[in-house]
């Protein structure tokens, strides 16, 4: 119960379009968090087909993939979240926001940690792609459309294909 408070409260003030909390009952992102808390308790316990089953449901209803083994951290917000994939190893900190079409992606079929890291209070752009075992320092921005292969450092800016920093210093 605490979880859904905590995101009404959260949508109601990142998504200036909702009007009402039954509204944020809508919001894909909601949704999709609820499968996912399902589906990482069960992921947790070794039920990884019942784990699977709850994400795909979840995924169908919503068009965001979050993998049950996926580690995520408080208010984490989706944003149109259509064509969001989030990879197994991935770990997301708190107040991370994820805008459309955002992967957050594997380099590698190894049974290793393959999926990026993102920091606490880091925005990531719509259609941003950042891939593999990197880390995305707290408050970051990363630009849309951006490719993110390699480490973002804390309060950076990156954009382009390949992420380039426009922080200045």
């Known amino acids: 119960m ?6 009404l409260k ?17 919001y894909p992102s909601f949704k999709v968090q609820i499968y996912y808390k399902i ?4 992921y947790k316990k070794n039920l990884f087909f019942l784990a699977r ?9 919503t068009g965001i993939e979050i ?3 996926a580690t995520i951290g408080k ?6 979240g259509c064509g969001v994939v989030i990879g197994e190893t991935t770990i997301i900190g708190n107040n991370v926001i994820l805008y459309h079409g955002v992967t ?25 792609q950042i891939l593999g075992n990197i880390t995305i320092g707290k408050n970051a921005k990363i630009g849309a459309g951006a490719v993110v292969l390699n ?7 990156v954009i382009g294909i390949p992420a380039r920093n426009i922080s200045k210093k």
Do not use: M, W
């Not at 959260?10 to 809508?26: G, H, M, Q, Y």
């Open 2 to 7: 605490k979880f859904i408070k905590e995101q």
């Open 10 to 26: 959260l949508i109601r003030e990142r998504d200036p379009a909702i009007k009402s909390n039954l509204e944020v009952l809508l």
């Open 39 to 42: 589906a990482h308790f069960l």
């Open 53 to 61: 089953y709850f994400s795909e449901k979840g995924k169908r209803i």
């Open 67 to 69: 993998h049950p083994g």
């Open 75 to 80: 208010n984490l917000f989706i944003d149109h």
């Open 104 to 128: 957050l992606g594997g380099t590698s079929s190894k049974k290793e940690k393959r999926h990026p890291t993102i920091c606490d209070n880091v925005t990531v752009g719509a259609h941003a």
């Open 151 to 157: 480490n973002v450092a804390e309060n950076s800016t």
